[in-house]
């Protein structure tokens, strides 16, 4: 695993950290009494009070004027111990007990209406003013909440205008905006729910082919005598809008159809902010742009051809990355990459990579052409490489020329491909090289590219060869392999969040068919074992082996896993790490019928990281008698 980035992150084996959760809240300005502005008695504002806090923090040379205990159930209690804007006078110096009775008159219509919000709307509230001369404050506020039952929701209405209402095209978005909606009859209230669950409703709105949809109107009746709340909403949905051309703003190096092509924006299609989302996503990957951003024009004149505003900056000529990784397969491990996004003369892009590990030493650069307006792009790319293979060091070298294509799900390739490689070491094998023409497909459907829990992946790779040492002699070689996740029960945090467990299936099998003697380059034949193929195995130390017990690649390779994922609630709270328990098997061999199954067996945590899923698995190799640490950190397919 080589760092693509100079972060110390790839240095970290495990990193805890517990998330805070922050609340914030609303200050309400208290009430002026009438009475006190009649004899002139001074009743102190919000910013004054907010101001003389500030000063007794800062210099904290005197006790606080009183102390409040709030007497009520925990959630209430903590709720209006946070909230009360009484709160906010507690440090003021000179607040003596005429002017801290007054306050409480305004602390107990600021309780109702905080009260309210949780959907108590008829409680009883009791303050009692104490003088406490030998506690930590002269006086003590307790203040008594009874809050009464919660009020409920009796009935929920919900109304469309606009196209939506029309079309008979929207009633499954209707359908599921209503499906979806956050409040049902019999839930408590409260002014939280109510906000989100209008909001809630407005972002499946916008989502898909109404981005100016609004809230026309909405309306809470309670009804304080039957703790009951009547809800009603309507949505205006605005007209519907359809993806027209991309408009591009900001690139000085690049002509305007280069963003279309790489974003691919589907012109003529419904809106939908996903799919603008992910066409952005696309653009920004690119690597041709340092800034992206996509927006549909809402003021079109023609909503069903809005043009798409893209908003770019070219990224610079040059960039030079450096790196630093670890891990289990490979140890520690340097990396340099260079990037020019503009070649003099062909205009081409050039990526080229020097990698240095304990097991892998290698340079290799890779030019591709700009995308054409069938999406195709010329690829060219030389690799020149010393690796440990099984018992032996493999120098080899790799030149490839051909087309490449990607689309929302699906990479395909065809080129043509020149292999040298030289194994070195004692009862080394053969040295080969060969010519063959590739072709590979790869399709990805998974919910996430970055970190999956449902979907599946395919990838095929196949091509004819010929071999162009010793007796030369035509060859196919055959590589696929496959993930796929099966979904399991629910696991549940008490405090109400779930996701799902799973199973996690791999597979990979290749083939090189050939003469006996037809001497295939090792680099095309196949190894295994290590954090991603067969764990409790030693890197690429599963291959066949010679009369000398020595481990060289075969032409045949299976390979097979089974995995289980489980979310961890840990006190209650679901947490970003899984436990796993995995079996993996993989064999290679020349023939066949010579293939024999090594077997791993152990147990793993995942962690959703902020930098990506990082797994760390214990394995025992069955036939080797070991036990190994795997670590990885990222998910590619």
Known sequence: ????????????????????????????????????????????????????????????????????????????????????????????????????????GAADANARDLLGTLGYFSPRISLDLRETPDGPAPREVAMSVEPGPQTRIAEVHIDFTGAIADDP?????????????????????????????????????????????????????????????KLSVTYDSGPAYRFGPVQVRGSERYPPEVAERLSRVPVGADYDQAKLLEAQQRLAASGYFDSVFLTLDPNAPDPLAAPVMAQVRDAKLQKLVLGVGASTDSGVGISINHTHNQLPLIGWRAVSKLIYDQKTQSIGSEQSSLPGTDGWRWVTSQLAQREVAGSYDINSGR????????????????????????????????????????????????????????????????????????????????????????????????????RRS????????????????AQVPATLMFLTGGDTTVRGYGYRQIGARTVNDQIYAGRYMAVGSVEWQRPVVWNGEMTEFETAVFLDAGAVADQPSELKAKVGVGAGVRWRSPVGPLQTDVAYGVADRRLRLHLRLGFTF
């Open 502 to 517: 799973r199973l996690q299936f791999r597979a990979e099998a290749g083939a090189v068919n050939a003469r006996t003697n």
């Open 169 to 229: 095209g929207a009633a499954g978005q209707r359908d599921a905006i209503l499906r979806n909606w956050s409040l049902r009859p019999g839930q408590g209230f409260t002014q939280d729910g109510w906000d989100g669950a209008k909001t809630g409703g407005l972002r499946a709105l916008n989502a898909r082919r109404f981005p100016t949809g609004s809230v026309r109107a909405s309306r809470a009746e309670i009804d304080a005598d039957t703790q009951s709340a």
């Open 399 to 498: 030149l490839r020329g051909g087309r490449a294509k990607s689309t929302d799900h699906i990479d395909r390739n065809y080129y043509l491909q020149y292999d040298y490689a030289k194994s070195q070491g004692t009862d080394a094998p053969p040295s080969g090289s060969a010519l063959s023409l590739n072709y590979g497909w790869t399709g990805r459907y998974f919910d996430s590219n970055t970190a999956p829990t449902r979907g599946y992946g395919l990838a095929l790779e196949v091509g004819p060869g010929y071999t162009l040492i010793g007796e030369r002699a035509p060859f196919f070689r055959t590589y696929a392999r496959g993930l796929f996740f099966l979904p399991l029960g629910m696991v549940q945090a008490e405090a109400g969040e779930a």
């Open 1 to 104: 695993m080589h760092g693509r980035t100079p972060t110390a992150a790839h240095l970290i084996p495990l990193l805890l950290c517990a998330p805070l959760l922050l609340s914030g809240c609303s200050l309400l300005k208290p009430k002026q009494d009438p009475a006190a502005q009649a004899d002139g008695t001074h009743v102190l504002s919000s910013a004054d009070a907010a101001g003389a806090s500030g000063k007794a923090d800062a210099g904290n040379t005197r006790r606080p004027a009183f102390t409040l205990d709030v007497q009520a159930p925990k959630d209430i209690r903590d709720y209006l111990t946070r909230h009360l804007e009484l709160q906010r006078y507690r440090l003021l110096d000179d607040l003596d007990a005429r002017e801290l009775s007054r306050l409480l």
